[in-house]
């Protein structure tokens, strides 16, 4: 069993930043992916960034340049800094861990860009 535990989402004006956190704990493997997830309203989950235990990335063509993943291995804790933020990236975010073949969820935490 996996716990994932975020936290940082809330109200920012565009062009503004925000950080997010997630922290993972119980049945962990040494090798691992973390990343992000969102949904918007209407709209189907999407990847948003993830990073492996090597520190190895990838992410969605939308937020490259602006948004950074890192992780750290100690803690087991991914964080996602989110810059240059626009209405668009108005979304529930979702923590993910992937390992041994299956996902471990948070259960999201809202980032809504608006004026």
């Known amino acids: 069993q996996v716990q994932l535990a975020e936290s940082g989402g809330g109200l920012v004006q565009p062009g503004g930043s925000l950080r997010l956190s997630c922290a993972a704990s119980?049945?962990?493997?040494?090798?691992?992916?973390m990343g992000w997830y969102r949904q918007a309203p209407g709209k189907e989950r999407e990847l948003v960034a993830a990073?492996?235990?090597?520190?190895?990335?990838n992410y969605a063509d939308s937020v490259k340049d602006r948004f950074a993943i890192s992780r750290d291995n100690g803690k087991i804790t991914v964080y996602l800094q989110m810059n240059s933020l626009k209405p668009e990236d108005t979304a529930i975010y979702y923590c993910?861990?992937?390992?041994?073949?299956?996902?471990?969820w948070g259960q999201g935490t809202h980032v809504i860009v608006s004026s």
């Open positions: 990073i492996d235990n090597f520190g190895g990335t």
């Open positions: 119980g049945s962990l493997f040494s090798i691992n992916v």
């Open positions: 993910n861990l992937y390992q041994g073949g299956r996902s471990s």
